[in-house]
């Protein structure tokens, strides 16, 4: 499995990038959303306790520092990476039943240039193709080999799906 972090200027992109950097970018989250939890209950069980109160306001301070970092995150590229990765996988995973194993993203603005290599591919063109086959409407094609696939969001970008 490759390494690369998926972006919504990407030709193609593997589902399991997405899987892998969404990992990612939720451990990150959780660990600030668990020392928000952590700053919250010590904060509580020391308002519950009198005895504790010259604690109050330290453990607050912790609390809204706590708070403020897990808000800062879902602001950073990061949060807003994880977001737009969590709304495409959402998306996706309805339409691919291989989506844990790996499915191909299609950018839409790259789709003709997928379907002459996959007819490539497919050995449906020879090697010393001449006419006919150098006069294909890939555009055509192109759409034609859409019908298979389904189309989903990535930020803002059409990505094509099977």
Same mark, same amino acid.
């Given at each position: 499995m490759s390494r690369h972090n998926p972006t919504n200027t990407d030709d193609i992109?593997?589902?399991?990038?997405?899987?892998r950097r969404i990992g990612e970018l939720d451990d990150e989250r959780s660990a600030l959303a668990d020392k928000k939890d952590d700053a919250e209950a /010590? @904060?509580?069980a020391a308002c519950d /306790?009198?005895?504790?109160?010259?604690?109050?306001?330290? !453990?607050?301070?912790? !609390?809204e520092n706590a708070e403020q970092a897990l808000t800062e995150y879902d602001d950073t590229d990061e949060g807003q990476e994880l977001k737009a990765l969590q709304s495409l996988a959402d998306q996706a995973e309805g339409y691919a039943?291989?989506?844990?194993?790996?499915?191909?993203l299609i950018r839409d603005s790259y789709f003709e240039r @997928?379907?002459?290599e996959l007819a490539d591919d497919l050995g449906a063109i020879p090697k010393d193709a001449g006419w006919p086959c150098t006069c294909i409407d890939w555009n055509l094609a192109a759409d034609e080999l859409k019908q298979d696939y389904?189309?989903?969001d990535f930020d803002d970008v059409t990505y094509w799906i099977r």
């Open positions: 992109i593997d589902s399991r990038d997405i899987i /010590d @904060y509580r /306790d009198p005895d504790r109160s010259g604690e109050w306001a330290p !453990l607050k301070e912790t !609390l039943d291989d989506w844990t194993h790996g499915v191909t @997928y379907a002459q389904t189309s989903v």
